[in-house]
């Protein structure tokens, strides 16, 4: 078992795409807000260093920082990644799904689709290989999340609470506290998240 988690997107096509939208988006919504670096960089909590990283595009953020960002500006992380549109109804092209997070044995996080911020709702697969750990610290208040498991199971934990999800079964979590999802098991697990969070 791997004790590193929050393992972002490697080198590569969907890097470079995922680098591009964010420094567009990032800069172009901050300066409408006319917010400088510093405070953008003080309301997501993050570095001022990590934050011009990322406008210029030569950043590699976690998830954890890709949600503070989209939480500071009033986004969702779909519109900061180019994975939302205006119309009523819209397609999604499969080469459109970036995947956010890699684990050591090449499990993947992708999000399918969201919708526009604040208040967002995402659809997410993720695949992890036996071993493989995901932690994340809590999003915003209120922030629900529904699970299925297609194959393997799920180690589920949120707060002092764990849970066993076993294929064909779902779970439904409140994730505004540190949450982690693993794989302990042998084969390899693929599951279905759909994360819901409301802004006041």
Request: aromatic share 4%; with cysteine; charged share 20%.
């Amino acid at each position: 078992m791997t004790n590193k988690v929050n393992i972002t997107t490697e080198g590569g096509a969907d890097m470079a795409r995922v680098s591009d939208a964010l420094s567009l988006t990032i800069k172009s919504w901050r300066k409408n807000k006319k917010l400088s670096l510093d405070e953008l960089s003080r309301r997501a909590g993050i570095s001022k260093g990590m934050l011009v990283e990322v406008e210029k595009g030569t950043a590699n953020p976690s998830i954890a920082i890709l949600c503070k960002l989209a939480a500071a500006l009033g986004l969702s992380v779909a519109e900061l990644v180019n994975v939302t549109r205006a119309p009523a109804a819209f397609l999604i092209d499969s080469d459109d799904m970036p995947v956010l997070w890699r684990g050591e044995q090449g499990g993947s996080a992708q999000l399918l689709a969201g919708t526009r911020g604040p208040d967002m709702i995402e659809l997410w697969r993720w695949t992890m290989f036996p071993g493989e750990i995901f932690t994340s610290a809590g999003h915003p208040e209120g922030t629900a999340e529904l699970l299925h498991v297609e194959q393997g199971e799920l180690t589920l934990k949120v707060a002092d609470t764990e849970l066993c999800v076993v294929q064909g079964a779902s779970a439904v979590a409140r994730t505004d506290a540190a949450h982690q999802y693993a794989n302990h098991g042998s084969p390899t697990l693929i599951f279905t998240m759909c994360v819901a969070e409301r802004h006041a």
